[in-house]
T-cell receptor
Framework: GAGVSQTPSNKVTEKGKYVELRCDPI?????LYWYRQSLGQGPEFLIY????????DSGLPNDRFFAVRPEGSVSTLKIQRTERGDSAVYLC????????????FGQGTRLTVV | GEDVEQSLFLSVREGDSSVINCTYT??????LYWYKQEPGAGLQLLTY?????DMKQDQRLTVLLNKKDKHLSLRIADTQTGDSAIYFC????????????FGSGTRLSIRP
């Protein structure tokens, strides 16, 4: 596709359940980012991939959060034992790679934990 | 780590100039960005400036960077109703692990 695609656009889950959020980056982009945006806040960095490897996962809040990018393209953000505080919009972005300036963002997945 | 701060709200009259200000803490930020977020839409990169530049102009947008004071501003000339949005200042490093750190955003509203 032409842009970064995230699915689902909305997800409602019960507290304690497991969720997976998917990101399809722009074709050919080697860098992929996950951010979380809570209401009234700016996006908060979670994890960054360069190719298949997580180059920086310092933003993951705890071990309930995990992300993979097995083939260097599609990425999945996985959240175990969801809590109400995990409710936010999860944003994915991709960029051409090292030294490039533009990160293109998807529309986000709005996660609501009830 | 990087900390980016912005004022929360700005209201301007249609046709006037808007100036949105931002301060950052990490002098190693190589790129400084302005993103726009409209309701229900994704983040859109408006413009960016390298840290070795003082100013960048792009049509109605002017970015000013004061490295000494770690202050960044975005000026929107002839503000229109379509400029109503939240504007995020962000900083990043020129490196292989270039995460971008965002401010909390400035909500720009336009008065008729």
């Amino acid at each position: 596709g032409a842009g970064v695609s995230q699915t689902p656009s909305n997800k409602v889950t019960e507290k304690g359940k497991y969720v997976e959020l998917r990101c399809d980056p722009i074709s050919g982009h080697t860098a992929l980012y996950w951010y979380r945006q809570s209401l009234g806040q700016g996006p908060e960095f979670l994890i960054y991939f360069q190719g298949t490897g997580a180059a920086d996962d310092s933003g993951l809040p705890n071990d309930r959060f995990f992300a993979v990018r097995p083939e260097g393209s599609v990425s999945t953000l996985k959240i175990q034992r969801t809590e109400r505080g995990d409710s936010a919009v999860y944003l994915c972005a991709s960029s051409p790679g090292t030294g490039k300036t533009e990160a293109f963002f998807g529309q986000g997945t709005r996660l609501t934990v009830v | 780590g990087e900390d980016v701060e912005q004022s929360l709200f700005l209201s301007v009259r249609e046709g006037d100039s808007s100036v949105i200000n931002c301060t950052y803490t990490d002098s190693s930020s190589t790129y400084l960005y302005w993103y726009k977020q409209e309701p229900g839409a994704g983040l859109q990169l408006l413009t960016y400036i390298f840290s070795n530049m003082d100013m960048k102009q792009d049509q109605r947008l002017t970015v000013l960077l004061n490295k000494k004071d770690k202050h960044l501003s975005l000026r929107i000339a002839d503000t229109q109703t379509g400029d109503s949005a939240i504007y995020f200042c962000a900083g990043g490093e020129y490196s292989s692990a270039s995460k971008i750190i965002f401010g909390s955003g400035t909500r720009l509203s336009i008065r008729p």
